[in-house]
């Protein structure tokens, strides 16, 4: 598939570049995107959920009432999480979210997750551009320019751009990777996908494989 290169003012530069039926254009595998979803989610879980448990809790140790005769049930411990202020049973625990997944299947999630963005016309290509400083103002210009500044945005930079970034960052609906950085999840979760020219050579070569 073909696709026409802007400039940063969103003029259209009359050049087009052809994108990699291999990864634009397969087959989206729903399945490999949400594995790969959850994958993402979960890995950014903090996981230090805890709760005090009845071997945690102070308070006496008295027994609290007779064994027999009471007609309720037995109960040896006021820390005993049928009462008030007592430990919680089964409460959370600290624990590691994270799992693994293949490289094949996580790059089949993320060319799944491109094609579908192609299928449905949100790709835009841009030229190469840079700032002299990192300036938000500069950046919003772009965004206006694209059309896209109340849109979720993410673009996707060759390597490392740092002015492009530190401009980009206060930006509550754009976010800005290089092509080595790129996630299923903040494809699919952007409006627009913006690639500048250069980006996609290394994705390309990257996803192919």
């Given at each position: ?56 809790i102070s308070g006496s140790t ?148």
């Amino acid at each position: 598939m073909k696709v026409a290169v802007l400039d940063i003012t969103g003029k259209d530069t009359g050049r087009k570049v052809e994108l990699s039926s291999d990864v634009f254009e397969i087959e989206p595998n729903n399945h490999a995107i949400y594995l790969d979803v959850k994958q993402h989610l979960a890995n950014k879980r903090q996981g230090t959920h805890k709760s005090k448990e009845r071997a945690e809790i102070s308070g006496s140790t008295r027994k609290i009432k007779k064994q027999k005769g009471t007609g309720t049930a037995r109960a040896g411990s006021i820390k005993s999480g049928v009462f008030r202020g007592g430990g919680r049973m089964f409460g959370p625990r600290p624990r590691d979210y994270s799992f693994k997944l293949n490289k094949n299947l996580k790059r089949l999630a993320r060319k799944s997750a491109l094609s579908t963005q192609a299928k449905e016309n949100n790709l835009v290509v841009v030229e190469d551009f840079e700032f002299d400083t990192p300036k938000t103002k500069n950046f919003v210009n772009v965004l206006k320019a694209l059309g896209l500044e109340n849109k979720k945005s993410l673009f996707v930079l060759s390597g490392s751009n740092n002015n492009v970034y530190l401009s980009s960052r206060n930006l509550e609906r754009t976010k800005v990777v290089s092509g080595s950085d790129l996630s299923t999840y903040g494809i699919l979760n952007a409006g627009k996908v913006v690639f500048m020219e250069s980006s996609l050579e290394t994705i390309e070569s990257n996803f192919s494989k």
